[in-house]
């Protein structure tokens, strides 16, 4: 612990942390090797998820979202839809054959978030893969760190494949060291 | 744009309480020092018993509380909630606990982020939507984040000594029988340590009660929504004036670390653990108005 930290506790003034986006885009390029090395193709769909909230601020800030997305999915060819979850997260979900495309939105609705002070409570981006099963590369922006869920069933995952995958990818995506932090979202809207 | 001021008032509340706690503290050991008290001995063992709570406090309370840890496949909506609210927090995901009591309660234990255990009660989960459940878990895992538990273990060491000697220096004679061999040294010392530990006492219940408004608005911080904690506490504190007390005796030690303390009403302000809960309402309020306009 810092001394920073220390000092924050002590002042009780138990700081929420900043979201980072600098290595969002680093699923851009693994995809490739994803998709050609390990046979786990992208299935075209993504979603980024955040609090939602009941303060006016929140809600233009959801307006603007909405409007840029309007404009930038027309330009992209992007389908686009925003779901409340049963946690009360909301969740802008982009469909594109352009894998790249899917991510600059993605970070077109971090930024905002950010910019409108609510970067803080973006809880993940999520890009779903396909090999077997579903399996989910999930960004954490808290972490600035990627890390692989493979869910199989209600509430088990294939831990064998996502460490096979944390082994293969390493070098190409920034993942997260801590397996402790791997956290599952077992009611994936998609 | 939102902004999060920083509460200077409430920051500058804590740090005095600190200051004078600590102040005390040295005054009561250069004292101690000076009747030729052997205090080294008596540190050491405080240091020991306090430290071992400390660092089984998790056990401890679990155990206390007869709380018992869940698994994932047992409570799936209350560990994802857990899980979502400490990705948002920046915290190592707590164990997560369950009492099976009617009563609406939630508390947080263990010595660090990394061994803390969040536990609540059935009534809790069946009386709070989930916004306001939500709500009381943050103020919870603020605790975590604010290292309370090891803050208030501290600020109570010095204390904890005062206590034992008030308590027990009559079993032990003249205590250390100090070199004057003086039964004035002695009724000195007693006075004195009375003092320190009613004042010491009512600093660190202070102190307490500065860090449930600084956990209350850590929870307003990662949830986004002051007004569901609002909720919460207001339904919470519906509930325990309704209860029984009889099952609530037992738990009076655990007050300090509940979300609503389970006794209160005779209990002055001044001693209490928590600060009353129109003033906690009244702050989280404030918050409201600060972020939204």
């Not at chain 2, 803050?151 to 010095?158: C, E, G, N, Q």
Request: glycine residues 6%.
């Amino acid at each position: 612990m810092g001394i920073r930290d220390m000092f924050n506790s002590v002042l009780g003034r138990g700081k929420v942390p900043e979201a980072k986006t600098d290595r969002l885009f680093a699923i851009s390029t693994a995809v490739i090797t994803l998709e050609m090395n390990l046979n786990l193709k992208p299935s075209s769909v993504a979603g980024i998820c955040f609090k939602s909230m009941e303060m006016s601020k929140y809600q233009n800030a959801r307006e603007e979202i909405e409007q840029l997305l309007k404009f930038s999915t027309k330009e992209t060819g992007t389908d686009y839809n925003i779901e409340k979850d049963e946690y009360n997260f909301l969740w802008v979900l982009l469909k594109d054959k352009d894998f790249e495309d899917l991510v600059t939105n993605i970070h077109m609705i971090s930024q905002t978030l950010i910019e409108e002070g609510f970067g803080g409570q973006i809880l993940c981006a999520v890009y779903r893969f396909e090999s077997d099963g579903p399996v989910y590369w999930i960004y954490n922006f808290k972490q600035g760190n990627y890390y692989p869920f493979a869910p199989q069933g209600k509430n088990n995952r294939d831990n064998s494949m996502e460490f096979r995958l944390k082994s293969l990818m390493e070098k190409e995506l920034p993942i997260e060291k801590d397996v402790g932090k791997w956290y599952p979202l077992w009611t994936m809207p998609f | 744009m939102v902004e999060w001021k920083k509460d200077l008032g409430l920051e500058g509340r804590m740090i005095l309480t600190m200051f004078l706690l600590a102040a005390v503290y040295l005054f009561f050991l250069v004292f101690l020092a000076s009747m030729g008290t052997p205090q080294t001995f008596m540190l050491l063992f405080i240091a020991l018993f306090m430290g071992a709570q400390y660092y089984y406090s998790d056990k401890l309370v679990l155990w206390t509380m007869n709380a018992r840890l869940v698994s994932e496949s047992e409570e799936p909506k209350l560990h994802e909630t857990i899980t979502r609210l400490c990705v948002i927090a920046g915290l190592p995901k707590p164990k997560v606990a369950v009492v099976d009591t009617s009563v609406p309660n939630a508390f947080a234990t263990g010595r660090g982020p990394k061994n803390a255990v969040v536990a609540v009660t059935t009534g809790l989960m069946r009386k709070l939507d989930q916004g306001e459940l939500e709500a009381v878990l943050a103020h919870e895992l603020s605790h975590v984040k604010n290292r309370d538990m090891a803050i208030l273990t501290i600020a109570s060491f010095i204390s904890t000594l005062a206590f034992y000697i008030v308590r027990y220096s009559f079993y032990f004679g003249a205590f250390g029988g100090n070199r004057r061999n003086s039964n004035g040294g002695f009724v000195a010392i007693w006075i004195v340590s009375i003092l320190v530990w009613i004042i010491s006492f009512l600093l660190i219940r202070a102190l307490s009660r500065y860090r449930e408004f600084a956990a209350d608005r850590g929870s307003a911080q990662i949830t986004g929504n002051p007004v569901n904690l609002i909720s919460a506490l207001r339904k919470i504190s519906g509930t325990m004036a309704n209860v029984p007390t009889e099952d609530l005796r037992k738990v009076e030690g655990m007050n300090a670390f509940f979300i609503i303390p389970a006794v209160s009403g005779s209990m002055m302000s001044l001693i209490s653990t928590h600060p009353s809960m129109e003033k906690r309402i009244a702050a989280l309020e404030k918050i409201q108005r600060e972020i939204e306009l």
